[in-house]
């Protein structure tokens, strides 16, 4: 009954930014944390970015200085910004909420497609 929806990939040209956003909503007791996975064609799944429910914030080193994870804790809503985009970049990314406090459990939304290319 948790359903997650990530929006806001697309299409853009190298240097560019998109804005993904990530919502949760069902049977949503505890959130631990949100995390960002992205995983590009032939390439494994890659953790991209964390935030936890007490506001810290962890990047992968190919991100860090360009990418910026934020959550409304209102709203159960997640989002990255994604700035000076680069061509390998290029991936499908997911966003996933864990839920728990000593069991956790991680629910998957569908995934958006980000393309940088020019």
């Known amino acids: 009954q948790v359903q997650v929806v990530e929006s806001g990939g697309g299409l853009v040209q190298p240097g560019g930014s998109l804005r993904l956003s990530c919502a949760a909503s069902g049977s949503i007791y505890s959130i631990v944390a949100m995390v960002w996975y992205r995983q590009a064609p032939g390439k494994q799944r890659e953790v991209v970015a964390v935030i936890t429910s007490g506001g810290t914030t962890n990047y992968a080193d190919s991100v860090k200085g360009r990418f910026t994870i934020s959550r409304d804790n209102s709203r159960n809503a997640g989002y990255l910004q994604m700035n000076s985009l680069k061509p390998e970049d290029t991936a499908v990314y997911y966003c996933?909420?864990?839920?728990?406090?000593?069991?956790?459990?991680?629910?998957w939304g569908q995934g958006t497609q980000v393309t940088v290319s020019s």
């Open positions: 996933t909420v864990l839920l728990g406090t000593t069991a956790w459990e991680e629910y």
